[in-house]
């Protein structure tokens, strides 16, 4: 039972206030069958959108079954028109792209999650057109049209019916089949409520209601309500959770593929920008992480991949035993170290000796003296180009060979040749067997200012030294380093019996820093450039979306109207428009990455350069594409759900 007590609607037009309503009350049985009659102006179609829920009332009480719902927020509205009532349209308001069975379901994607194309070709067949079920509304007559609309309003089993001018865009035989159809609905107990100017169709109907000034001015009735009896309309199969959620998102996929799909061209220049915007970044990203490779290859051979084992200070009973203390490191250690861990390549136990003195001839030179094991040439790429480093068995045995360092040889030796010559290095004497390869100045230090020895000689023969300063550990590659890192220290605590209260600080390891710094500086660099390219090209992308989707809310403004009249919420709207708007991005992000690919294998065949296309930078561009889908897209869907449902529908 419908019941309106002191119903007034109020509109605001510029500086104009039309009152539409005046205190209108009445009361509408279940099963009847009202026809509102009236001029234009009168009042009557504002009557039909309060009663159908699209509009509200400025003032007075409006119960469906005694539930007040004229206070009702638009969700609630549209979950309640839904469920109760089915609209027939005089524009019939059928969307173009789809077929007879498709509007007829279009109902159910809002109730049940479910467009069920075969129960709504079973509504079809109630209004005899079961054999148009696949026909688009221009393939259709008018008759037909208003008969599609009328299945769909029947979709969702509604207690009522609001038919606004259901014949006023009919020839006369088109009519007559559709009061009929009415006439059978209200046989059936279905409440009808026909909004009319034509005194023919009010004729049919059980009471008339005529309206003048947004007054009732007579309410007559004709014939008595009928008995049928509407049974109670189970609830809605919804689908539940996490599956309806997926299955509705689907469904707006789909629907908005029909959507884009009409507008080929447009859809196209849109994705234009996502797919240009992917292909730089795809193709940046390719030639910078092959350009990356190819630095950490030329740095891993100058120690990149290099870590440095220093002692700590390990507190006992409160009390700090200084730098090394009980955790000082050994020749053994380095030899486990090696031996042990997984990922490390080599290892070299290192002493050294500042400020120490070495003499040939009558010249003397005050320079640092490196103590290290064979492995220490290759891992920090100072293989001599003159001569030769020393090798293992010359370690073992406490040779006194000893490699030179560029400064070193232009102190002592000048242009002389110093292969073979003995020098003393604090009155020790020593072969030199090479020269060290020039590397030049690095901040403060002179890195060519050094003489490299064997570690056991420098130990027992020239500083005179128990322990080692440190361990040079070169892990097998960049990618081995963390997990070197995490075992280090897990070993050494325990060659060590380091308390756990102490291992934090027992050992201390660095990357060498001075390499990891350039390497790190060039990443950074290069990341920064993609960046900025990747930013430029999607923004310009995310815009081209933004411009379509704005577009599309104009033009389907009436579409929009539709969906809530028939039950969306707010969400399903959004939700719709989204889902168009990361299709674009999506479809657009991944012909870009084939692009990108493409434009990668050109440059790699035509210019040589190294490239590298990884599954995370495709990853990345994906990501990114359809981010901006949803960021861009995020206004012109709040736009298109923000929607008037009454002012929509009237949008031309």
Do not use: C
């Given at each position: 039972?419908?019941?309106l007590?002191n119903i007034?609607?109020?509109?605001q037009?510029g500086?104009?206030?039309v009152?539409?309503l005046?205190g209108v009350s009445?009361?509408i049985?279940d099963?009847d069958?009202v026809a509102?009659?009236?001029p234009s102006?009168?009042g009557?179609s504002?009557?039909?959108h ?15 079954d005694?539930?007040e ?5 638009e ?8 469920e ?7 524009q ?14 279009l109902p159910?994607i809002y ?7 075969s129960?709504a070709i079973?509504f079809?067949d109630?209004?005899?057109?079961k054999?148009?079920?696949g026909?688009?509304p221009n ?5 037909q049209?208003q008969?599609?609309?009328i ?5 969702n089993?509604?207690?009522?019916i609001l038919a606004?001018?259901?014949t006023?865009n ?5 009519g007559?089949e ?5 006439k ?6 279905i409440t009808?409520v026909?909004v009319t100017h034509?005194e023919a169709?009010?004729a049919q109907?059980k009471?008339i209601?005529r309206?003048?000034?947004g007054?009732?001015q ?8 009928g008995n049928?009896?509407?049974?109670p309309?189970?609830p809605?199969?919804v689908?539940p959770g996490?599956?309806?959620i997926?299955h509705?998102?689907t469904e707006?996929f789909?629907?908005?593929?029909q959507?884009?799909a009409a507008n080929?061209?447009?859809?196209a220049?849109s994705?234009?920008g996502?797919l240009i ?6 193709a940046?990203l390719?030639?910078?992480n092959?350009?990356?490779k190819a ?13 440095v084992l220093?002692p700590?200070a390990?507190r ?9 203390g009980v955790?000082r ?6 030899y ?10 080599d ?6 000796g500042?400020?120490q003195q070495?003499t040939f001839?009558?010249k003397?030179?005050?320079t ?6 064979a ?12 001569g030769?480093?020393?090798i ?5 045995k ?9 400064t070193?040889?232009?102190?002592l030796?000048?242009s002389q040749?110093p292969i ?8 020790v004497i020593f072969q030199v067997i090479g020269?060290?390869p020039?590397k030049?100045?690095?901040g403060?230090r ?8 064997p570690?056991?000689?420098a130990m027992k023969r020239?500083?005179?030294k128990l ?6 550990i070169?892990a ?9 890192l995490?075992?280090?220290?897990e070993?050494?605590n325990?060659?060590?019996n380091i308390p ?5 600080d ?6 060498m ?6 390497l790190?500086?060039s ?10 390219i990747?930013?430029?090209s ?14 599309s809310?104009t033009?389907?403004t009436?579409?929009i109207?539709l969906?809530?009249a028939?039950g969306?919420?707010r969400?399903?709207?959004?939700l ?8 674009v991005?999506a479809?657009g992000?991944?012909?870009g990455?084939?692009l990108?690919?493409i434009?990668?294998?050109i440059l790699?065949?035509?210019a040589g ?9 495709v990853?990345?561009?994906f ?5 901006i889908?949803?960021v861009f897209?995020?206004y012109p869907?709040r ?5 008037n449902?009454?002012d929509?529908?009237?949008?031309e």
């Open positions: 039972m419908l019941t007590q007034h609607k109020i509109y037009m500086d104009n206030t009152n539409a005046r009445l009361q049985e099963g069958f509102i009659m009236g102006g009168s009557k504002t009557m039909m309060v009663l159908g829920l699209l509009d509200t009332p400025t003032q007075g009480s409006f119960k469906i005694g539930k719902v004229s206070q009702l927020d969700d609630e509205l549209a979950v309640m028109r839904r109760v009532i089915g609209f027939i349209f005089q019939f308001n059928l969307l173009p792209r789809m077929t007879a069975a498709q509007n007829v379901a159910l109730s049940e999650r479910n467009p069920d194309l129960r079973g079809l109630k209004v005899g057109l054999p148009r079920e026909h688009r393939e259709l007559s008018g008759g049209q008969r599609v609309a299945a769909r309003s029947l979709i089993l509604p207690r009522i606004d001018e259901p006023g009919l020839d006369s035989t088109s007559k559709v009061m009929k159809i009415l059978d609905l209200n046989a059936q107990g009808i026909v034509e169709v009010g109907a009471r209601v309206m003048s000034d007054a009732v007579s309410d007559e009735r004709f014939a008595p309500i049928a009896v509407l049974e309309r189970k809605f199969p689908i996490l599956r309806g997926m509705g998102i707006h789909r629907q908005g593929m959507t884009l080929k061209v447009r859809t220049l994705m234009l996502i915007g992917v292909a730089a970044v795809v940046m390719a030639i910078g092959g350009a990356q630095i950490e290859e030329q740095l891993s051979s100058l120690g990149s991949n290099l870590l220093r700590g390990v006992v009973a409160g009390v700090s035993q200084g730098a090394g955790s490191l050994t020749l053994e250690d380095a486990a170290i090696k031996q042990q861990i997984s990922g490390v390549h290892a070299s136990p290192t002493v050294t500042n400020n070495v001839q009558d003397n030179w005050n640092q003296v490196v103590g290290a094991s492995s220490y040439a290759s891992m920090h790429a100072l293989t001599p180009e003159i030769r480093f020393f293992n068995e010359e370690n073992l406490r040779a006194r060979v000893a490699v030179l360092g560029a070193v040889v232009r102190q030796f000048g040749n073979g010559e003995n020098i003393k290095i604090n009155k020269m060290l020039e030049g100045g690095s403060f002179d890195q060519d200012d050094v003489i490299v020895i570690v056991m000689t020239v500083l005179g322990y080692v300063d440190y361990i040079d070169e097998a590659s960049a990618a081995d380093i963390d997990s070197v995490a075992l280090i220290p070993l050494m325990k060659r060590h756990l209260s102490a291992g934090d027992a050992f201390q390891i660095r990357n820093a001075d390499i990891q710094a350039a790190t500086e990443s950074k660099t290069m990341s920064l450039l993609l960046a900025s990747a930013a430029i999607l923004l310009v992308g995310g815009i081209g979306i933004m411009n379509i989707m704005l577009v809310v033009e389907r009436k579409e109207g969906r809530k028939i969306a919420r969400s399903d709207i959004l719709q428009f989204l889902v168009e708007s990361v299709a991005s479809i992000g991944l012909m990455i084939l990108g690919w434009m990668t294998k790699s065949a035509a350069w190294v490239t590298s296309i990884s599954p995370e930078s990853i990345l561009a990501f990114f594409s359809a981010t889908g949803i897209g995020i869907a736009k298109a759900s923000l929607l449902p009454i929509a529908l009237r949008h």
